[in-house]
């Protein structure tokens, strides 16, 4: 781990940290642990284990749908923009040059300036069903109301605020998924709850082709208007449902019985060798997001979720792309779908062996080479059959996407206010690529946009190295692990330190801190 890991107590271990503790009689206590310090959290019994089969068809039954619904809307009130060019937008707004582009990425860059103070309000406030069903309406009011703008500088005002209000969502539901499942379980939940984004690029794409079809010229406005009201009002809608239904933590589930809501966060404890909660059940803001910018992993896995939305990047132009292939604008947005349905069943599948099998490394990686290959196929064709091929390749890049955010959620290791800022963090770096890869795609590199493409190629490339360092780090550290584990090891200098600093963060002796990381390893 790092230097600067701090690992959560249990109140039980909470004790006062000697700091003149001499070394030699360090080694000898870390021996002659305290039997309240030296509680390891163990496994659940047999008993326990029938109560989270129950928990956990619970947790999947309510809460898995309401954010794969909110995710669906998310993706298409954000991505109707690439929908609503296809629709006459760009014509009515007398939109020249760049300025679609920068309509695009304007959402970025307030989504980006959002994310981290957004996580840590919302470990601090701690009712994530009001707090993200808050700003789930703001963002269906704002995509309503972007269907009144009348030129190029109220439509990148609307799209500057819909990047303010998305901006809690996303992140905050990595973190909220994080605080119900273990680590084994992640992966499989962050796929289907990405699942929300996949179908809403068919099906959203889909809807916009009915309503250019059926209600285009309706009440004296176009297309494009219609798909932002119809859009937008949903969504209100969806947010109030989250407010009044969504369940915020196992403690405050009234559906949840005392007996599952131990083991609800017993579960969590058993699984991070340390229980889930902030110091003294309120860790700092800021000390969190100081210890997840100490952490090098948060930025190892920022700078590939970067590479990895830059490549995804394609989807904001992907109508533009089937546009290519020499059909109507109803048609170009019909060949969008199944790609993206295709995908929806893969990465299932993908998402489902990856926690079957416990690798992340090894599923983030094989669809790199599958991604390029098909940029370069459209790169280099001209005859419909390879180009639309070459979608279904490109489109692997969101088979990465489940496995990281597990990865994500895995390698950066709790208290809770540490792991809100870095998922902020690494979010808000990521989706910092949608801020500058969208004049990549010139109107003069059409057909084949080989630029953008080629960005897409190098920043594949730029993930791939940042998972294999991240697999080293992950290797480094669970060797330490294994060697903290054998109490007959001298402990070096470097050891020591490290423990005093896990001991002097928690308020807990060394030895109780070394017991308590005792069996846990990070997934690689």
Known sequence: ???????????????????????????????????????????????????????????????????????????????????????????????????????????????????????????????????????????????????????????????????????????????????????????????IFYSGSLVSGAFGNLIAAGILSGLAGRRGMSAWQWLYIIEGTITVAIGLVICLVLPDFPDTWKALSPEMKHVANRRLAIDAAEADVDIGGGMSQIQGIKLAFLDPKTYVLAIAYHGITGTAGFQNFFPTLTATLGYNHIVSLILVAPPYIFMVFWSFAHSWMSDKVGNRFWFFVYPIPLTIIGCVIFMTTNSFGPRYFSFFLMIFVFAQNGTIYAWIANAIPRPPAKRAAALAFINSVGNAASIWTPFTYTPSSAPHYRPALGVCIGLEVVALICAVILKLILEKQNKQFARMEDEDVQLTERDMKRLQKTAEFEGISVAAARQLQKGYRFMI
Not at 4 to 24: A, C, G, S
Not at 27 to 48: F, Q, R, Y
């Open 1 to 191: 781990m790092s230097d600067h890991y701090v690992t959560p107590p249990d109140e039980k271990l909470h004790i006062e940290h000697n700091e003149q503790i001499r070394d030699h009689d360090l080694i000898d206590g870390l021996k002659n642990v305290p039997s309240a310090e030296a509680m390891h959290w163990g496994a659940l019994d047999e008993h326990e284990l029938a109560i989270e089969k129950k928990l956990r068809r619970r947790i999947d039954a309510l809460i898995m749908p309401l954010v794969i619904l909110v995710y669906l809307m998310n993706y298409i009130d954000r991505n109707n923009y690439a929908a609503a060019r296809l629709q006459g937008l760009e014509k009515d707004l007398n939109l020249k040059a760049d300025e679609y582009q920068v309509g695009l990425s304007i959402l970025f860059v307030a989504y980006v300036l959002m994310q981290v103070p957004s996580n840590a309000l919302l470990n601090y406030i701690g009712r994530p069903s009001l707090y993200l069903g808050f700003f789930v309406v703001a963002w269906g009011l704002v995509s309503a109301l972007t269907s009144q703008v009348n030129n190029y500088g109220q439509i990148v005002a609307c799209r500057f605020i819909l990047g303010l209000v998305e901006a809690p969502f996303f992140a905050g539901v990595l973190f909220y998924l994080s605080k119900w499942y273990t680590k084994s379980e992640l992966s499989f939940r962050m796929a």
